[in-house]
């Protein structure tokens, strides 16, 4: 008997939540050294802001399209498997990349993104992960682990980006590509092979990991979700954040190429990279415990009205800059709410659904965030091509001024659960 108990003890001491965060860390440096780079690495082989905009929606449809069927497949053959087959993807992907430049292949470009697109999966699975192996009253703190690891990516990864663009467009992109590879290693040898459930989740009987999934193109079951009170506000909220986060993302190096200049050139993927560490430092400020620290003051709830606030006045701001100074200012106050909107909303939306549907909404959540991101950068490149600035912002501010709204006249959840 004492060894029986004994194993659950141990598990417990072994904590599969530090190796996750090492794992993601190590992913987001990856991706957020390519980001500032991507607009202006297309933009030399030829590629104009619409284009460059169609380049990113072509990786997010490519993983509206395979998400859910990852998803489906780590229930049955477990997270690990499936963040390894995503890692190699994104590593061939990168490589792919690099070759891209050197070779003056835009369509390689193009190639490289839908191959880390159809394989894309890291960060779904990972919060499926986090969702196994912690108690619902946990899940928010649990959840800003992976804000810190965008904040570290944030901060780290574009500042890689704009010193090694300084010498070659193609430097990042191999430095993206050497983290992948880490990150593969340290899925392998790091993570455990199977979540550890906690004991006050197992009463009920052993749900899959994070419960059944839903097909990709199973809209039907999706919209029963949307239907639900509480639920389907926070469902069209997250919407509302990850598109305005998505116009932001992917049309800012572009604006910013086109509104700023740096002793005297136009703002590159250096000074862009340097804009991005500076909101990953914020990031980093707010996850890296003040997040649980608000959340027990004022609530999630509370939270997420700030967030939408926030987001929606540094977002317009934005729009209105033209000069540095202003625009730190700006993008300090947008990083708020970006910051506490992902881990306070993807807390309630879990808390909202019953164990054995984890894997949907989360799987669903994916899902709103592939659909912005395919929508909203053919939109913010439009906007850019034509020179639109301000309005680019200001379609951004507008959008997560929705969010808002939906939290004014949302539902009172009723206490006991899942709705």
Not at 147 to 158: D, E, K, M, S, Y
Not at 160 to 189: H, N
Request: net charge positive; hydrophobic share 50%; glycine share 10%.
């Amino acid at each position: 008997m004492s060894t029986v108990r004994a194993e659950p003890a141990a598990s417990r001491q072994r904590s599969p939540l530090l190796p996750i965060f090492l794992i993601v860390m190590v992913d987001v440096l990856g991706l957020t050294i390519i980001l500032p780079l991507l607009p202006f690495y297309a933009e030399r082989l030829g590629a104009s802001p619409t284009v460059v905009g169609l380049l990113v929606s072509t990786y997010a449809a490519c993983q509206l399209v395979a998400g859910p069927v990852l998803g489906q497949m780590s229930d049955r053959m477990g997270r690990r498997p499936l963040l390894l087959v995503s890692q190699m993807g994104t590593f061939i992907g990168f490589l792919i990349l690099a070759w891209a430049g050197y070779a003056a292949l835009l369509w390689m470009v193009f190639l490289s993104r839908i191959i880390d697109g159809l394989t894309a999966g890291n960060l779904s699975l990972a919060q499926a992960y986090i969702s196994d192996v912690t108690r619902p009253e946990e899940r928010a703190k649990s959840f800003g682990m992976i804000g810190v690891a965008f904040g570290v990516g944030f901060l780290i990864g574009p500042a890689i980006s704009g010193f090694l663009s300084t010498f070659s467009y193609e430097y990042p992109v191999f430095a993206a590509a050497a983290l992948s590879f880490t990150s593969i290693l340290a899925t392998y040898f790091l993570l455990p092979s199977a979540p550890v459930i906690p004991d006050s989740e197992q009463r009920g009987g052993p749900p899959l990991p994070a419960g059944r999934r839903l097909r990709v193109l199973d809209w039907g079951n999706y919209a029963t979700y949307f239907k639900r009170p509480v639920l389907g506000e926070l469902l069209w909220q997250f919407f509302a954040f990850t598109f305005t986060f998505a116009i932001f993302m992917s049309g800012f190096a572009l604006f910013a190429e086109r509104r700023y200049t740096w002793n005297g050139h136009p703002f590159g993927p250096k000074e862009v990279g340097y804009i991005f560490a500076y909101v990953g430092f914020l990031g980093i400020i707010l996850q890296g415990g003040l997040i649980g620290r608000l959340v027990k003051r004022f609530g999630e709830e509370q939270l997420v009205a700030a967030g939408f606030v926030t987001a929606t006045a540094g977002f317009a701001y934005i729009g209105f800059t033209y000069h540095l100074t202003a625009l730190l200012v700006a993008s300090s106050i947008s990083s708020f709410g970006t910051g506490v909107l992902r881990p306070a909303l993807t807390s309630l939306i879990t808390q909202r659904a019953g164990r054995e549907e984890q894997g949907v909404v989360l799987g669903l959540t994916q899902s709103l965030m592939s659909v912005s991101q395919i929508v909203a950068p053919v939109i913010a490149g439009y906007l850019i091509d034509r020179e639109l600035l301000t309005t680019w912002a200001v379609v951004g501010a507008s959008v997560s001024a929705v969010g808002i709204l939906i939290g004014a006249f949302k539902p009172r959840p009723q206490a006991g659960g899942a709705s």
